[in-house]
Protein backbone atom coordinates (compact mmCIF):
# COMPACT_ATOMS: atom_id res chain seq x y z
CA UNK A 1 0.00 0.00 0.00
CA UNK A 2 1.18 3.59 -0.86
CA UNK A 3 0.56 6.70 0.93
CA UNK A 4 1.21 9.90 -0.67
CA UNK A 5 1.54 13.40 0.98
CA UNK A 6 -0.11 16.02 -1.21
CA UNK A 7 2.00 17.59 -3.34
CA UNK A 8 1.61 20.94 -2.03
CA UNK A 9 3.00 20.02 1.38
CA UNK A 10 5.80 18.77 0.06
CA UNK A 11 6.22 22.02 -2.08
CA UNK A 12 5.62 23.92 0.82
CA UNK A 13 8.37 21.89 2.66
CA UNK A 14 11.29 22.81 -0.10
CA UNK A 15 10.59 26.48 0.68
CA UNK A 16 10.10 26.41 4.26
CA UNK A 17 12.71 27.99 5.99
CA UNK A 18 13.75 27.17 9.90
CA UNK A 19 12.00 29.45 12.43
CA UNK A 20 14.64 31.58 14.25
CA UNK A 21 14.53 31.87 17.70
CA UNK A 22 12.03 34.12 19.40
CA UNK A 23 13.62 36.93 21.54
CA UNK A 24 13.83 36.21 25.31
CA UNK A 25 12.30 38.80 27.78
CA UNK A 26 12.44 39.56 31.06
CA UNK A 27 10.28 38.39 33.67
CA UNK A 28 6.92 40.46 34.61
CA UNK A 29 7.33 42.58 38.21
CA UNK A 30 5.06 39.94 40.00
CA UNK A 31 7.18 37.04 38.93
CA UNK A 32 9.20 35.51 41.89
CA UNK A 33 12.83 37.19 42.33
CA UNK A 34 14.09 33.88 42.39
CA UNK A 35 13.05 33.26 38.83
CA UNK A 36 12.93 36.97 37.44
CA UNK A 37 16.30 37.40 36.45
CA UNK A 38 16.77 37.91 32.52
CA UNK A 39 19.51 35.64 31.74
CA UNK A 40 17.57 32.53 33.46
CA UNK A 41 14.56 32.88 30.45
CA UNK A 42 15.01 30.87 27.57
CA UNK A 43 13.70 31.83 24.37
CA UNK A 44 10.34 29.92 23.95
CA UNK A 45 11.06 28.83 20.47
CA UNK A 46 14.03 26.72 22.01
CA UNK A 47 11.74 24.46 23.98
CA UNK A 48 8.81 22.11 22.80
CA UNK A 49 6.46 22.95 25.65
CA UNK A 50 5.06 19.36 27.14
CA UNK A 51 1.67 19.65 29.50
CA UNK A 52 2.02 18.65 32.83
CA UNK A 53 -0.49 19.52 34.62
CA UNK A 54 -3.91 21.66 34.43
CA UNK A 55 -6.28 23.36 37.03
CA UNK A 56 -9.26 25.87 37.34
CA UNK A 57 -9.10 28.55 39.24
CA UNK A 58 -9.97 26.85 42.38
CA UNK A 59 -7.00 24.37 41.94
CA UNK A 60 -9.55 21.69 41.10
CA UNK A 61 -8.03 19.65 38.20
CA UNK A 62 -9.22 19.96 34.77
CA UNK A 63 -10.74 16.65 33.60
CA UNK A 64 -10.45 17.23 29.92
CA UNK A 65 -6.83 17.94 30.03
CA UNK A 66 -5.63 14.69 31.30
CA UNK A 67 -5.81 13.25 28.02
CA UNK A 68 -3.37 15.98 27.06
CA UNK A 69 -1.15 14.86 29.37
CA UNK A 70 -1.37 11.37 29.28
CA UNK A 71 -0.47 12.14 25.23
CA UNK A 72 1.73 14.36 25.44
CA UNK A 73 -0.03 17.81 24.40
CA UNK A 74 2.85 19.91 23.18
CA UNK A 75 3.08 23.85 22.50
CA UNK A 76 5.75 24.55 19.79
CA UNK A 77 6.77 28.23 19.25
CA UNK A 78 8.12 29.42 16.13
CA UNK A 79 8.92 32.88 14.80
CA UNK A 80 5.33 34.52 15.44
CA UNK A 81 3.36 31.44 15.36
CA UNK A 82 2.59 28.50 17.68
CA UNK A 83 1.25 25.01 16.94
CA UNK A 84 -0.59 22.50 19.56
CA UNK A 85 -0.07 19.16 18.79
CA UNK A 86 -1.15 15.58 20.94
CA UNK A 87 -5.09 15.99 20.89
CA UNK A 88 -7.00 15.31 17.66
CA UNK A 89 -6.52 17.72 15.42
CA UNK A 90 -3.36 20.04 15.48
CA UNK A 91 -3.99 23.93 16.32
CA UNK A 92 -1.97 27.02 14.97
CA UNK A 93 -2.33 30.73 15.41
CA UNK A 94 0.02 33.70 15.83
CA UNK A 95 1.22 35.02 19.31
CA UNK A 96 3.38 38.15 20.54
CA UNK A 97 5.59 37.26 23.97
CA UNK A 98 6.28 40.69 25.37
CA UNK A 99 6.98 41.02 29.18
CA UNK A 100 5.27 37.92 30.88
CA UNK A 101 2.21 38.14 28.73
CA UNK A 102 1.55 35.99 26.05
CA UNK A 103 -0.80 37.52 23.38
CA UNK A 104 -2.28 34.39 21.30
CA UNK A 105 -3.90 35.04 18.13
CA UNK A 106 -7.56 33.18 17.03
CA UNK A 107 -6.39 29.77 16.35
CA UNK A 108 -6.94 27.20 13.23
CA UNK A 109 -6.92 23.64 13.66
CA UNK A 110 -7.26 20.49 10.82
CA UNK A 111 -10.43 18.94 10.82
CA UNK A 112 -10.19 15.39 12.25
CA UNK A 113 -12.96 13.37 13.68
CA UNK A 114 -11.87 11.54 16.80
CA UNK A 115 -13.33 10.06 19.92
CA UNK A 116 -14.69 12.41 22.21
CA UNK A 117 -12.30 12.58 25.17
CA UNK A 118 -10.28 14.04 22.40
CA UNK A 119 -12.52 16.15 20.91
CA UNK A 120 -13.45 17.19 24.54
CA UNK A 121 -9.48 17.92 24.69
CA UNK A 122 -9.21 19.79 21.33
CA UNK A 123 -12.40 21.84 22.79
CA UNK A 124 -10.30 22.87 26.10
CA UNK A 125 -6.98 23.90 24.67
CA UNK A 126 -9.08 26.27 22.17
CA UNK A 127 -10.92 27.72 24.76
CA UNK A 128 -7.83 28.21 27.01
CA UNK A 129 -5.51 29.55 24.55
CA UNK A 130 -6.71 32.86 23.53
CA UNK A 131 -6.11 36.32 24.51
CA UNK A 132 -3.53 36.77 27.19
CA UNK A 133 -2.18 34.30 29.17
CA UNK A 134 0.03 35.48 32.17
CA UNK A 135 3.46 33.66 31.57
CA UNK A 136 5.93 32.85 34.12
CA UNK A 137 8.78 30.74 33.34
CA UNK A 138 11.26 29.28 35.77
CA UNK A 139 14.67 27.18 35.86
CA UNK A 140 14.70 23.96 37.72
CA UNK A 141 18.16 22.32 37.04
CA UNK A 142 18.64 22.57 33.18
CA UNK A 143 14.68 21.82 32.63
CA UNK A 144 12.47 25.16 32.19
CA UNK A 145 9.07 25.31 33.20
CA UNK A 146 5.96 26.96 31.88
CA UNK A 147 2.94 28.46 33.56
CA UNK A 148 -0.09 30.06 31.67
CA UNK A 149 -2.90 31.55 33.78
CA UNK A 150 -5.55 32.22 31.51
CA UNK A 151 -8.77 34.67 31.68
CA UNK A 152 -10.71 32.47 33.89
CA UNK A 153 -8.02 31.90 36.11
CA UNK A 154 -6.88 28.52 34.91
CA UNK A 155 -3.45 27.13 35.25
CA UNK A 156 -1.45 25.05 32.90
CA UNK A 157 1.89 24.15 33.45
CA UNK A 158 4.49 22.95 30.64
CA UNK A 159 8.17 21.22 30.95
CA UNK A 160 10.02 22.50 28.56
CA UNK A 161 12.03 20.06 26.06
CA UNK A 162 15.08 21.12 23.86
CA UNK A 163 15.24 21.36 20.40
CA UNK A 164 17.10 19.64 18.67
CA UNK A 165 18.08 23.18 17.39
CA UNK A 166 18.92 23.78 20.74
CA UNK A 167 20.44 20.80 21.44
CA UNK A 168 22.86 20.70 18.63
CA UNK A 169 23.52 24.23 18.58
CA UNK A 170 22.94 25.05 14.98
CA UNK A 171 19.92 25.54 12.53
CA UNK A 172 18.38 22.16 10.33
CA UNK A 173 18.90 22.29 7.02
CA UNK A 174 16.02 20.43 4.93
CA UNK A 175 16.24 17.27 3.14
CA UNK A 176 14.53 14.14 1.70
CA UNK A 177 15.75 10.90 2.57
CA UNK A 178 14.81 7.53 0.60
CA UNK A 179 14.68 4.82 2.98
CA UNK A 180 15.44 1.14 1.44
CA UNK A 181 13.26 -1.48 2.46
CA UNK A 182 16.04 -3.63 3.87
CA UNK A 183 18.84 -2.92 6.54
CA UNK A 184 22.47 -4.17 5.55
CA UNK A 185 25.04 -5.49 7.78
CA UNK A 186 27.85 -2.76 8.60
CA UNK A 187 30.56 -2.11 10.28
CA UNK A 188 30.45 -0.43 13.48
CA UNK A 189 33.63 0.22 15.69
CA UNK A 190 31.15 -0.63 18.83
CA UNK A 191 28.36 -2.05 18.26
CA UNK A 192 29.01 -5.84 16.36
CA UNK A 193 26.61 -6.92 13.98
CA UNK A 194 24.95 -3.27 13.22
CA UNK A 195 22.23 -3.27 10.93
CA UNK A 196 22.49 0.13 8.60
CA UNK A 197 19.95 2.14 6.96
CA UNK A 198 20.09 2.37 3.23
CA UNK A 199 19.40 5.94 1.98
CA UNK A 200 19.43 8.03 -0.82
CA UNK A 201 18.86 11.64 -0.90
CA UNK A 202 15.59 12.65 -3.09
CA UNK A 203 14.92 16.36 -5.03
CA UNK A 204 11.93 17.84 -5.76
CA UNK A 205 11.75 20.97 -7.57
CA UNK A 206 9.37 23.97 -6.92
CA UNK A 207 5.91 22.59 -7.60
CA UNK A 208 6.88 19.87 -5.65
CA UNK A 209 7.66 17.44 -8.54
CA UNK A 210 9.84 14.92 -8.15
CA UNK A 211 13.23 15.12 -10.00
CA UNK A 212 15.66 12.36 -10.75
CA UNK A 213 17.65 11.03 -8.68
CA UNK A 214 21.21 11.43 -8.80
CA UNK A 215 22.28 9.93 -5.25
CA UNK A 216 23.14 6.28 -5.15
CA UNK A 217 22.02 4.47 -2.33
CA UNK A 218 24.47 4.33 0.46
CA UNK A 219 24.78 3.10 4.11
CA UNK A 220 23.91 5.59 7.20
CA UNK A 221 25.55 4.26 10.34
CA UNK A 222 23.52 6.13 12.55
CA UNK A 223 19.56 6.50 13.74
CA UNK A 224 17.27 8.57 11.97
CA UNK A 225 15.90 10.49 15.24
CA UNK A 226 11.81 10.15 15.84
CA UNK A 227 12.11 7.02 12.85
CA UNK A 228 11.38 3.78 13.51
CA UNK A 229 12.07 1.61 10.76
CA UNK A 230 10.34 -1.75 9.61
CA UNK A 231 11.67 -4.84 7.57
CA UNK A 232 10.02 -4.41 3.84
CA UNK A 233 8.93 -1.07 4.04
CA UNK A 234 10.66 1.90 1.98
CA UNK A 235 9.94 5.36 2.79
CA UNK A 236 10.73 8.52 1.96
CA UNK A 237 11.42 11.23 4.73
CA UNK A 238 11.72 14.98 4.89
CA UNK A 239 14.33 15.56 7.65
CA UNK A 240 16.63 17.58 9.53
CA UNK A 241 20.13 17.59 9.24
CA UNK A 242 21.96 19.79 12.20
CA UNK A 243 25.50 20.31 12.39
CA UNK A 244 26.62 18.98 16.15
CA UNK A 245 28.38 21.79 17.33
CA UNK A 246 30.10 19.99 20.21
CA UNK A 247 29.93 16.39 19.80
CA UNK A 248 31.05 13.67 22.24
CA UNK A 249 33.95 11.68 21.01
CA UNK A 250 31.97 8.69 19.66
CA UNK A 251 29.20 10.75 18.26
CA UNK A 252 28.40 11.89 14.51
CA UNK A 253 29.22 15.31 13.51
CA UNK A 254 25.61 15.41 11.52
CA UNK A 255 22.14 14.57 13.44
CA UNK A 256 19.20 13.78 11.19
CA UNK A 257 16.18 14.35 12.82
CA UNK A 258 12.34 13.29 11.81
CA UNK A 259 10.28 16.15 10.28
CA UNK A 260 7.62 14.06 8.21
CA UNK A 261 6.84 10.89 6.56
CA UNK A 262 6.29 11.66 3.10
CA UNK A 263 5.81 8.61 1.55
CA UNK A 264 5.76 4.46 2.30
CA UNK A 265 5.46 1.25 0.62
CA UNK A 266 4.87 -1.62 1.98
CA UNK A 267 5.59 -3.32 -1.39
CA UNK A 268 9.28 -4.63 -0.43
CA UNK A 269 11.30 -2.85 -3.38
CA UNK A 270 13.06 0.01 -3.89
CA UNK A 271 12.81 1.97 -7.19
Given at each position: ?47 Y ?23 K ?12 S ?29 D ?48 P ?43 G ?11 L ?51
Amino acid sequence: MKQNILLVAVCAALIQGCAAPSKSHEGSPSMPAATSVAVAQPALSAYYWNLVSATDASGKRLVALDKGIERKLRVSFGDGSLNISGGCNGQFGGYHYQEGILKVQPLASTLMGCDKSLMDLDAQVGRLFKGDLRAVITVDNTEPMLQLTTSDGSVLKLQGEATPQTRYGSKGEVKFLEVASKTVECSHPLIPDYQCLQVRERRYDAAGLQLPTQDTWHSLYQPIEGFEHHDGVRTVLRVKQYEWKNPPADAPSKVYVLDLVVEQDASGTNK
